[in-house]
Structures are given as structure tokens and as C-alpha cells.
């Protein structure tokens, strides 16, 4: 077997998430080697490199260098576009942080620039290639469950209560491409995709509530009393028509208390599975002889293995296969979420343009990435 090079690759966003997918990318997957971080705010920048080891650099000295393969795009959500199309024009393959855009036809050209270009452009959520959605995955293909018939989507989160922290910038609750359906809906999503596999069309209803109403609260934020503008719909109501025949229903809010419900109904059996923002919540099943059983992980990466789409884009890169994160099913679920509100502005039913495959599951039992069982992921 040939020795695995490492796919050289460059962080551009050195906010809030960076420490995790900067701590796992240098420490933990060796399938990529970071060579530079850049940020709009130098200091952010000179910090993460000082912490990781890495160079600081800027987002043109990351484009212009040949030997970057890979830029990972953490930036805030509403530069996304302008990073990942920069990055694809560039030559480079490209992973973002959700959502891949804020506007959909962004999005489809971010898919479609990518492909002309011969490259990649992956992205999160990876949670699902976690232990427990993984677990959830074999147990479900294993046809012990019968056939899915169903699914319960239910995910509130009081965003509200918030107003917004101490930074005026990380408004991504209440501004457009941000909002609960985009923020976290997304692991939901992209977690019955890998189960269910496509969406055939959906139906909904969204509203924006208190759209300016709402006050900044926190004493420590700059604007704190001043109204801070709902601009994007921040409570939402769906139907999911899977191409497979399941349905889901959906309601996503960021104007309770915190509760969520994620649940898989199947001809012989149901499965809780748990709140998708995690790698590792144990899938809990029911079937006619038995209830509520917590089941044992088949699969690794329970902790926050944020990043984990990273290594497997860069597997895939050197293996000649397709990422499990790819393009198109990023896509799908960008396009799920925009079709939910487009359904609530027009009042009828939205036909999905899109579609995808499932991902292929991962193979039980590996505690990492070895090099040994490459050929094999």
C-alpha cells in the first residue's frame, strides 16, 4: 500500500467553533495536515496559529498557495458564499460550516462552480457520522425496525431569552440565512437523509415573530437596548414527503423554552434518536416485544468529533470515492430548509429540484482513522 500523504489544508475563520475543529484537525485525524489559519481579525488569527502551531496567514497567501488542497471555511454564515466561491475559484477543494450559503441559488452555484471545476465543496453538519446516528444507521438497515413510516421532528430552542449575548455581530438567530431552521434544523435534516435518503417535496408554514419588538438585554453588548430586528422566520411548522414514502413533521422554534424530540417510526418498531447536535447520544428502541431499550454503540466517535466530514473528504480525495459529506446532499438539505418557508410564503406544496443518495455508513468498530484500514472507508 502506497504511504497516505496527508491533504494539506488551511482554516479561513478563527471564531467560536475554530478551537474544536482545530484541536481535532492537528491532534486527533492525521488524514490532514493544517498549514495556515486566516481571519478578518488578524488577532483572532495570530492566536490560533500561536495555539495550534500554525501559520498566519491571509486569505489571498491561502489562494495563492499551490500546495493548500483543502480550505476549511469557518467564517460567519453570511460570508460563507463569498469564502467557498473565492476558495473553488482558486482551485481549491472547499468544507464549510453550515449552511453552505444563505440564498439558495448561492448555494447552487457554489454546487454547480465546484463541479465545472472538478472539485469538492463539502460541508457540515458531520454529526451524523457519528457513534449514535451511525448506530441508529445499522440498526435500521438491519430490517429490524420493518420499514420507516414516519418521523417527528421537534426542536425548540429559546434563542429568545438570549438577546443577543455580548456580541453584536452573532445575530445568526435573527438574520437572514441564520434562524432556527438553519442554525439546527440542519442536524435533523441531514440525520434523516442519511437514513431515509431524499425528499420529494414539502409543505409549511413560517412565521416571524416579534419582528421589531425585540430588544438587546444583555448590559454587556454595545446595543444593549436597542431593537434588534427579527429578520428571518424564527418559528416554523413542516411535512417532509420522503422519495422512499416515509413522512416527517417538523416544527422548529427559537421562542420557548429548550425541548426537542427526534424520533423514527417503522412497521415493527420506533427508535429515539436523540438530539442530533451530539456524536454520541445512544439511539433508545421499541419494538412489539420490547421497550425503551438503549442501544449499545456499534460504532467510534462519540465525543465532539467536529471535523470528522474534514477527514473523511480528505480520505475520499486520496481513495478516488465520493465524500459522505458531499455536495449534493448539502444541497438537499440547504434546499429542504428554503422549501419549508418558500411553501409558507406561497401556500403550497414545494417540489424538491434536487436530490442525493444516501451516504454510505461507516464500518463498525473503528475507534480512529488508521491508515491500516484506509481502503476500507
Not at 59 to 64: A, L, P, R, V
Not at 127 to 145: E, P, V
Not at 318 to 344: D, K, N, T, V, W
Request: with cysteine; hydrophobic share 35%.
Amino acid at each position: 500500500m502506497k504511504p497516505f500523504r496527508p491533504v494539506r489544508t488551511a482554516v479561513i475563520g478563527c471564531g467560536m467553533i475554530s478551537d474544536v475543529y482545530l484541536s481535532n484537525l492537528t491532534k486527533r485525524y492525521n488524514a490532514v495536515e493544517v498549514v495556515g489559519v486566516s481571519d478578518i481579525k488578524p488577532e483572532c488569527s495570530a492566536a490560533k496559529a500561536e495555539k495550534y502551531g500554525v501559520k498566519q496567514m491571509t486569505n489571498e497567501e491561502i489562494w495563492n498557495d499551490p500546495t493548500i488542497e483543502l480550505v476549511v471555511n469557518l467564517t460567519y454564515h453570511t460570508s460563507h458564499y463569498e469564502v467557498s466561491k473565492q476558495s473553488l475559484l482558486a482551485g481549491k477543494h472547499v468544507y464549510g460550516e453550515k449552511m453552505m450559503a444563505v440564498e439558495l441559488d448561492e448555494g447552487r452555484d457554489l454546487i454547480e462552480t465546484a463541479k465545472r471545476l472538478g472539485l469538492y465543496c463539502c460541508g457540515a453538519p458531520d454529526t451524523y457520522l457519528g457513534a449514535g446516528l451511525q448506530t441508529a444507521r445499522q440498526i435500521y438497515d438491519s430490517g429490524i425496525l420493518g420499514s420507516a413510516v414516519a418521523a417527528n421532528i421537534t426542536l425548540v430552542r429559546g434563542y429568545h431569552h438570549e438577546r443577543w449575548r455580548e456580541d453584536p455581530e452573532r445575530r445568526f438567530a435573527f438574520c437572514p440565512g441564520g434562524g432556527i431552521i438553519f442554525d439546527m434544523g440542519c442536524y435533523y435534516l441531514m440525520g434523516l437523509i442519511n437514513l431515509l435518503g431524499p425528499v420529494k417535496r414539502v409543505c409549511g408554514f413560517s412565521q416571524i415573530r416579534e419582528a421589531n419588538s425585540r430588544r438587546y438585554a444583555t448590559p454587556k453588548n454595545p446595543l444593549y437596548g436597542e431593537v434588534m430586528p427579527i429578520e428571518t422566520p424564527n418559528n416554523l411548522a413542516g411535512t417532509l414527503e420522503f422519495e422512499c414514502g416515509a413522512l416527517c413533521s417538523l416544527l422548529t422554534s427559537s421562542e420557548s423554552i429548550g425541548h426537542n424530540s427526534y424520533m423514527l417510526f417503522c412497521t415493527d418498531g420506533q427508535m429515539n434518536l436523540g438530539d442530533p447536535n451530539n456524536f454520541g447520544d445512544a439511539p433508545v428502541v421499541s419494538t412489539k416485544i420490547s421497550s425503551n431499550v438503549t442501544m449499545p454503540m456499534t460504532h467510534s466517535f462519540a465525543d465532539n468529533s467536529r471535523g470528522l466530514g474534514v477527514c473523511d473528504l480528505a480520505y475520499a480525495l486520496r481513495l478516488g470515492r465520493e465524500p459522505r459529506c458531499s455536495p449534493e446532499r448539502i444541497y438537499h438539505m440547504f434546499e429542504i430548509a428554503h422549501g419549508i418557508m418558500q411553501s409558507g410564503e406561497s401556500g403550497s406544496i414545494y417540489e424538491m429540484k434536487s436530490t442525493c443518495t444516501r451516504p454510505e455508513p461507516f464500518a463498525a468498530g473503528y475507534t480512529e482513522y488508521p491508515e491500516m484500514v484506509m481502503d476500507e472507508l
